[in-house]
């Protein structure tokens, strides 16, 4: 419960995690990945946001929830 995985990242790829209140918490350049995985175990419970930009600023983004 304390890491997330991301696959398929793009190169140059940022991945931000947001809070529920809109404050960044983490902050991700993947360079040359394409998997990464995210230690959360530091970050308080709540509610959270991974949005995922590439450098063409095509975005998603997963809500997830830290118990």
């Known amino acids: ?3 997330i995985f991301v696959e398929g990242i793009r190169e140059n790829s940022k991945i931000v995690i947001i809070n529920i209140s809109g404050k ?3 902050m991700v350049d993947s360079k040359n990945i394409h ?3 995210i ?3 530091d970050l308080p419970s ?3 946001v991974i949005y995922l930009q590439n450098e063409n600023f095509k975005s998603s983004s997963v809500k997830f929830i830290k118990e």
């Open 1 to 3: 419960k304390d890491d």
């Open 24 to 26: 960044i918490e983490k």
């Open 35 to 37: 998997n990464a995985t």
């Open 39 to 41: 230690s959360v175990g």
């Open 46 to 48: 709540g509610i959270y």
